[in-house]
């Protein structure tokens, strides 16, 4: 039987390159190079990538970030062996010594979740892209991007307790969401996390959002703030606005107020 398709795709202007399946599951974009965006810190820090599939925003953190250890965290099997073929390209060489893919299931508790790898108190920074379609969106044939894209009830609460559970006191929760997940996001992180940041993405001026940036510090009693919007295209084109791009390609990172 033929190998699945796949493809070897460059980020950050060929920093590295993710292998991903061809024309099935989830592919990584935008998304994740936005979510990789929201982690600056210079220290030598531990990384939680959780929901990670192929691996493109932890790697993407891995590239900015010269002092960055990452751990791929993916419950599917598969998408877990496509962040492995991610690892061992030639062209992630530099990435090999400081990323690391670990199957498991997020969402596991107690002494499970520790022996899966996700040990209490040891990640400075989670970072998440959790599913997002819930049961009146269309459903879609493909099994692998059904199971990467199925939202089940309480499943932010899960996500953000293994955040809370995994990172250091004082640590940073960065998340990419779809806008109707707020109050979902900001109940799980509940007294878990606070400084709560969300910052909403739009196509264009006047165009609704369509993604939420959030972060917040496991801890932090700072109270919610509301940033100022991030606009994705120039007016009247199809590029992206030069602050946008920066993001995408790993030359600047969105820092927190």
Known sequence: MNAPAETVDAFHRGAFHIVQPKGRGHRSGMDA?????????????????????????????????????VVLFERSVEMASFA???????????????????????????????DAGLADDSFHHVIMNPPFNDG???????????????????????????????????????????????VEIVSACGRRFGGIEITPIHPRQGENAVRILVTAIKGSRARLTLRAPLVMHE??????????????????AYARN
């Open 136 to 182: 009146s969106d269309r459903l879609t044939p493909d099994a692998l991007k059904a199971e990467a894209h199925a939202m089940t009830e309480g499943l932010f609460e899960s996500w953000v307790r293994t955040a809370g559970a995994i990172m250091i006191p004082g640590g940073q929760l960065s998340l990419i969401a779809r806008p109707q997940s707020i």
């Open 33 to 69: 190079m936005l979510l990789a965006s929201l982690v600056d810190d210079q220290r030598p820090v531990r990384v939680a990538d959780l929901g990670a599939g192929a691996g493109a925003a932890g790697f993407a953190v891995a590239s900015r970030l010269k002092r960055a250890e």
């Open 84 to 114: 492995a073929k991610s690892l061992a390209l030639p062209e992630n060489a530099r990435l090999a010594a400081r990323v690391s893919v670990a199957a498991a299931d997020v969402t596991l508790t107690g002494k499970a979740r520790n």
């Open 235 to 252: 007016e009247g084109t199809h590029r992206f606005a030069a602050f946008i791009d920066d993001l995408n390609n790993g030359r600047a």
